[in-house]
């Protein structure tokens, strides 16, 4: 009978832990996605006062000329660019750390193998059979049961 409740307890042990895991991760992502959409707007931005430059540039002369004001908008957005694939790789770290602590249900990388289950298209694998996505919680569905193969035939008299 001992055994049965320190098998319970440690099932509900490593659900508590998951769960926080799963916070813990889905916390860091969030932060990782703002700081990523933060990144993707100054771009953005530096990209049209570029072109506004540029035109600048051509209507005043006629010619447009990469200058120091030119390479420096370019250097930023670059830097950017480098900031966010920074910002991925750390995303890919917390689920990889993630896998560690669950027991690897989740791939970090877009090229792990193929999971024997259902993914979703938030990216999370799941077992097969699943109705919902562990990872964002949205319907995955099941398969509808088969319907009728043949139409019924006609009434009987």
């Avoid at 659900?15 to 916390?27: E, F, L, R």
């Avoid at 298209?121 to 097969?128: I, V």
Wanted: overall charge negative; glycine content about 10%.
């Amino acid at each position: 009978m001992a055994d049965f409740f320190n098998k319970i307890a440690g099932g509900i042990n490593k659900g508590v832990a998951t769960v926080s895991a799963n916070t813990k991760a889905m916390a860091d992502k969030s932060k990782i996605k703002a700081v990523i959409s933060n990144l993707e707007n100054e771009r953005r931005q530096l990209i049209q006062m570029l072109g506004q430059k540029i035109y600048d540039m051509h209507t005043e002369t006629g010619e447009i000329s990469v200058d120091e004001h030119v390479s420096n908008f370019i250097s930023e957005i670059t830097r950017r660019l480098e900031l966010m694939a920074a910002q991925q790789e750390e995303m890919m770290r917390v689920d990889a750390e993630l896998n560690m602590i669950t027991g690897g249900t989740r791939h970090a990388a877009p090229y792990a193998t193929p999971y024997d289950g259902i993914q979703c298209t938030c990216g999370h694998f799941n077992p097969a059979g699943a109705r919902f996505c562990a990872g964002c919680g949205s319907n995955i569905g099941q398969p509808t049961p088969p319907g009728p193969t043949e139409p019924p035939g006609p009434p009987a008299e």
